[in-house]
Nanobody
Framework: QVQLVESGGGLVQAGGSLRLSCAAS????????MGWFRQAPGKERALVAA????????YYADSVKGRFTISRDNAKNTVYLQMNSLKPEDTAVYVC????????????????WGQGTQVTVSS
C-alpha cells in the first residue's frame, strides 16, 4: 500500500505556471509507475501524464504535450507535475496515482490514489 498526498494547486491566470507535488510513502513506492489524472466538472477522470519507476519513460496526453512536464525524485519519494502556459480548460482537480507496471513502462494499474488538489485557471 502506498499513501499519496498532493500539494501545489491553486488559482492562476491563463498563461501562468504551477508545480504540483505528490509525496508518496510506503515500502514499494520506488517500483511503481506514477501518474497524474485530472477531472473537470461534468467530465470523466483522464490521465494527464505518467512516468516509469526509473523516470526514464514518460507519457503525456495530447492536450498537455509541450506544456506539462512530469518528473520524479525517488530519493524524496516525490513526483512533480510542472504546468506551464496554463489554459482555462486545464481547470480541474488533479489527482496523483501509483501502481505496478502493466504492459509498458508508463502503463500501470491504479492501485493507489491521492485526495486531489484543485487547479483553477482564470481567463
Amino acid at each position: 500500500q502506498v499513501q499519496l498526498v498532493e500539494s501545489g494547486g491553486g488559482l492562476v491566470q491563463a498563461g501562468g505556471s504551477l508545480r504540483l507535488s505528490c509525496a508518496a510513502s510506503g515500502p514499494t513506492y520506488y517500483r511503481f509507475v506514477m501518474g497524474w489524472f485530472r477531472q473537470a466538472p461534468g467530465k470523466e477522470r483522464a490521465l494527464v501524464a505518467a512516468i516509469s519507476w526509473s523516470g526514464g519513460s514518460t507519457y503525456y496526453a495530447d492536450s498537455v504535450k509541450g506544456r506539462f512536464t512530469i518528473s520524479r525524485d525517488n530519493a524524496k519519494n516525490t513526483v512533480y507535475l510542472q504546468m506551464n502556459s496554463l489554459k482555462p480548460e486545464d481547470t480541474a482537480v488533479y489527482v496523483c496515482a501509483a501502481g505496478p507496471e502493466t504492459g509498458g513502462p508508463t502503463m500501470f494499474r491504479t492501485d493507489n490514489w491521492g485526495q486531489g488538489t484543485q487547479v483553477t485557471v482564470s481567463s
